[in-house]
């Protein structure tokens, strides 16, 4: 079963996002509900590893990060894959993300070796309907620097996901308190 680890957005966050998706063109917009920043991709896994993860995170107490927003961004080497809300990579969101990786991994759960850019996907374009480079670039720059103020992560949880032609399907199998900061 494919799945992921990472943090539910503030609620807050969310109608200012739903109305950046609004106004960029083509793409298929992240449903509300998908809106996330990941922490870690597990691809498919067993069963009994996800049962361990689970039990691993559930014991944790990770002290909330603060999300800041930087600004909105395409991601994709010559041609936009997706549109995204950068943040800052904090030392709490650097560690907050370090301890769960970790988790991850006494679970028996492979990693690999990654940069990290927090960010929440927005739009995600598919290979056969690239955007316009031209117009997407000028609808980014229309919605100028993201007015989204800084919060805490609400809490930090697991994800199954499944792949169709419309794109990803997500189920939010389980919530993991974080302490306040």
Do not use: C
């Amino acid at each position: 079963m494919r799945a992921f680890v990472g943090l539910p957005l503030p609620e807050p966050w969310i109608d200012p996002l739903l109305r950046a998706q609004s106004r960029l063109p083509g793409g298929r917009p992240v449903p509300e509900d998908d809106l996330h920043l990941t922490l870690a991709f597990l691809d498919d896994q067993t069963e009994d590893k996800l049962e361990a993860l689970h039990d691993l995170l559930d014991a944790r107490r990770d002290r909330a990060a603060v999300l800041e927003p930087l600004a909105f961004a395409v991601f994709g080497a010559g041609r936009a894959r997706l549109v995204a809300l950068d943040l800052r990579a904090t030392p709490d969101l650097s560690a907050l993300r370090d301890g769960v990786r970790n988790a991850v991994r006494r679970a028996g759960i492979d990693l690999p070796r990654e940069r990290f850019r927090p960010h929440v996907t927005l739009l995600r374009y598919p290979a056969s309907a690239p955007p316009e480079g031209d117009r997407l670039m000028r609808a980014l720059t229309g919605l100028g620097a993201p007015a989204i103020t800084p919060a805490p992560a609400p809490a930090v949880a697991m994800w199954t996901s499944r792949l169709t032609p419309s794109g990803p399907i997500y189920d939010q199998v389980a919530t993991y308190p974080l302490v306040a900061a």
